[in-house]
């Protein structure tokens, strides 16, 4: 993949983007608790793997350090689920090959909000998109700790999208 440096020097990084490549998008709303969150992540397939790209807005304000969210793709594909969990039906995350977290193929980089804003991208071999689509994106209220099995203890699931 080539760019442009001139490109990126548009105030909009997301819109350069999504203008340039086909892509798969999973729109992000928050649970009932948490109905402000919203936002979008994109996926574009490369010959070196998939970039995820997400920016997500009105994330909770945890502390005036900010927040950290875990974020991960999971089995599921349905933002569904019950009065415990409403993102239940998520399922664990994506790990099609049985490995231990951190190395889960649907294991991806925290979301580092500023201000309740956050936005993050990162190329992975991880999975194609073809794998992945109709699968669910969730966000945590908690940073993932990459050691606690077999999750992460990323806490409780406070956004979700489908990945389409």
Request: hydrophobic share 30%.
């Amino acid at each position: 993949m080539n760019f442009n440096q001139k490109e990126w020097d548009d105030d909009d990084f997301f819109e350069t983007l999504k203008q340039k490549y086909p892509f798969a998008v999973a729109k992000i709303t928050g649970s009932a608790e948490y109905p402000e969150i919203e936002g979008e992540v994109w996926f574009y397939q490369t010959d070196d793997g998939v970039l995820v790209a997400a920016d997500i807005e009105n994330l909770p304000k945890q502390n005036v350090c900010g927040g950290v969210f875990g974020f991960h793709i999971h089995e599921g594909n349905c933002c569904c689920g019950n009065e415990q969990d409403p993102f239940a039906d998520t399922k664990g995350h994506y790990n099609p090959n049985g490995c231990p977290h951190p190395y889960h193929a649907g294991d991806l980089p925290p979301l580092f909000a500023n201000d309740g804003e956050a936005w993050m991208a990162v190329l992975t071999n991880r999975f194609t998109l073809n794998e992945i689509l109709s699968r669910t994106v969730v966000v945590h209220d908690k940073p993932d700790d990459f050691t606690t099995q077999p999750s992460g203890n990323s806490g409780r699931k406070i956004a979700c999208g489908i990945i389409q």
